[in-house]
């Protein structure tokens, strides 16, 4: 079974220059997420879907930073423009729907794009 | 505010010895404790977790330890092999419809030298 796969696996753009990133689930899973990892840090969730629903969007800058996921499946991050702090890796994972009276639903990881903006 | 933190970032054992990794949590709405482990220019892959009502859970060399009171938890590698070497991240879940909501801590690079 294909993991969640991620393109491209690396970027590198001039500042204030726009940038995309596509995300292609497991097959079943409706959720979605993108997370962010910073150099030295943990990854931080940046937006988390149920099918097309943005349901939980709360850490994404939203002045430079949009994400859609149109037909409940493939999702795209997109930042425009990009900044030099943007530099970054950019991490999708997709889990089936949590529903009671399960305690967790375990979330898979894509590879990353890793985005140097310079 | 870093509600999970790994206050070591890195860790050297010798092969066949014990890894102790440790976290520590402030948030106390966390109700689930997951390890990922990642290798270089791969994404996190899940390792063991442990729900909060349990305070030890052990799958194969892997074991997570939970102190609810401390607000601390570890996992112990035993015993170590140098393919174990990557990059270990705690992650703690509210849970509920919080779920996959992960937050991680920084990170503990593990190192096992044959």
């Known amino acids: 079974e294909a993991g969640v796969v991620q393109s491209p696996r690396y970027k590198i753009i001039e500042k204030k220059q726009p940038v995309a990133f596509w995300c292609n689930p497991i097959?079943?899973?409706?959720?979605l997420y993108w997370y962010r990892q910073n150099l030295g840090q943990g990854p931080e969730l940046l937006i988390r879907?149920?099918?097309?629903?943005?349901?939980?969007d709360s850490q994404l800058p939203k002045d430079r930073f949009s994400a859609e996921r149109l037909k409940g499946v493939d999702s795209t991050l997109k930042i425009q423009p990009a900044e030099l702090g943007d530099s970054a890796v950019y991490l999708c994972?997709?889990?089936?729907?949590?529903?009671?009276?399960?305690?967790?639903?375990?979330?898979?990881f894509g590879q990353g794009t890793r985005l140097t903006v310079v | 505010d870093q509600q999970v933190k790994q206050n070591s970032p890195s860790l050297s054992v010798q092969e066949g010895r014990i890894s102790i990794l440790n976290c520590d949590y402030t948030?106390?709405?966390?109700?689930?404790f997951l390890w990922y482990k990642k290798y270089p220019a791969e994404g996190p892959t899940f390792l063991i977790s442990?729900?909060?009502?349990?305070d030890k859970n052990e799958d194969g060399r892997f074991t997570v330890f939970l102190n609810k009171s401390a607000k601390h938890l570890s996992l112990h590698i035993v015993p170590s092999q140098p393919g174990d070497s990557a990059v270990y991240f705690c992650?703690?879940?509210?849970?509920?419809?919080?779920?996959?909501?992960?937050?991680f801590g920084q990170g503990t690079i593990l190192t096992v030298h044959p």
């Open positions: 994972a997709s889990s089936l729907t949590w529903s009671a009276p399960a305690k967790h639903v375990e979330a898979f």
């Open positions: 097959s079943g899973h409706n959720t």
């Open positions: 879907y149920e099918n097309e629903e943005a349901v939980d």
């Open positions: 948030n106390s709405m966390f109700d689930y």
């Open positions: 442990i729900s909060s009502i349990k």
């Open positions: 992650a703690a879940e509210a849970g509920g419809t919080s779920y996959g909501k992960l937050t």
